[in-house]
C-alpha cells in the first residue's frame, strides 16, 4: 500500500514537472508594446501586405531568410517579400513570444512562429515552424525591425 501512493505521488509530480504546461510570466508593459508591434509584423504577413511589413524595417535593416540568403535594405526586402507571398493563396501565421530583452533603445526578440499556407491546387496546407530572431530599434517612437533572422525548426 505504501509503494502504492509513493508510485502515486512520483507520476503526479511527473505530471506537474514534466507534462503539465508550465504558465508563462506575465509579460511587462514595455515587453506588451514590442509584443504588440511583432504581431503587427505577422499580422501583416497574414494579409499578405507587402508594403506593410516592408514599413515595419528600418532603411537599411538586414533579413536573414531560412535559407541563408541575406537581404539588405528595404528595397531587396520588398521583392523577397513580394516572391515569398505572390504564389500563396491563403496565409496564415501563429506566433509567440520566446524570449524578449532589452537594452537601451533596442530590444532583441524571439519568436516559435508557424506558418500555414497553401497554393493553387494543393490539397494539403503545409505548415512550417520557425525561429523568428528580430533586433528592433526605436525611431520616432515606435518601433522598427533593424534586423530579422529566420531559422527553420521541426514540427514533430
Same mark, same amino acid.
Given at each position: 500500500?505504501a +509503494?502504492?501512493?509513493?508510485?502515486l505521488?512520483?507520476? !503526479?509530480?511527473?505530471?506537474?514537472t514534466?507534462? @503539465?504546461?508550465r504558465?508563462?510570466k506575465?509579460m511587462?508593459e514595455?515587453e506588451k508594446?514590442?509584443d504588440?508591434?511583432?504581431?503587427?509584423?505577422?499580422?501583416?504577413?497574414?494579409?499578405?501586405? *507587402?508594403?506593410?511589413?516592408?514599413?515595419?524595417?528600418?532603411?537599411d !535593416?538586414v533579413?536573414i531568410?531560412?535559407?541563408?540568403?541575406? /537581404?539588405?535594405?528595404?528595397s531587396?526586402m520588398?521583392r523577397?517579400?513580394?516572391?515569398?507571398?505572390?504564389d500563396i @493563396?491563403?496565409y496564415?501565421?501563429?506566433?509567440e513570444?520566446?524570449?524578449?530583452?532589452?537594452e537601451?533603445q533596442?530590444a532583441?526578440?524571439? /519568436?516559435?512562429?508557424?506558418?500555414? /499556407?497553401?497554393?493553387?491546387?494543393?490539397?494539403?496546407?503545409? *505548415?512550417?515552424a520557425?525561429?523568428?530572431?528580430?533586433t528592433l530599434?526605436? @525611431?520616432?517612437g515606435?518601433?522598427k525591425?533593424?534586423? +530579422?533572422e529566420?531559422?527553420?525548426?521541426w514540427?514533430?
Open positions: 500500500m +509503494l502504492g501512493l509513493v508510485m505521488a512520483v507520476v !503526479a509530480l511527473a505530471y506537474v514534466l507534462i @503539465q504546461p504558465a508563462q506575465p511587462t514595455k508594446d514590442v504588440r508591434f511583432i504581431m503587427t509584423y505577422y499580422g501583416a504577413m497574414s494579409n499578405k501586405s *507587402v508594403p506593410r511589413v516592408v514599413a515595419l524595417f528600418t532603411e !535593416a533579413l531568410d531560412s535559407n541563408g540568403n541575406v /537581404y539588405r535594405g528595404r531587396l520588398e523577397y517579400y513580394e516572391t515569398l507571398l505572390r @493563396q491563403g496564415s501565421v501563429k506566433a513570444a520566446s524570449e524578449i530583452k532589452f537601451g533596442s532583441e526578440a524571439t /519568436y516559435h512562429s508557424k506558418s500555414t /499556407y497553401f497554393t493553387f491546387g494543393d490539397t494539403l496546407r503545409p *505548415v512550417e520557425f525561429l523568428d530572431k528580430f530599434v526605436r @525611431q520616432d515606435s518601433w525591425i533593424a534586423a +530579422l529566420i531559422k527553420r525548426e514540427i514533430e
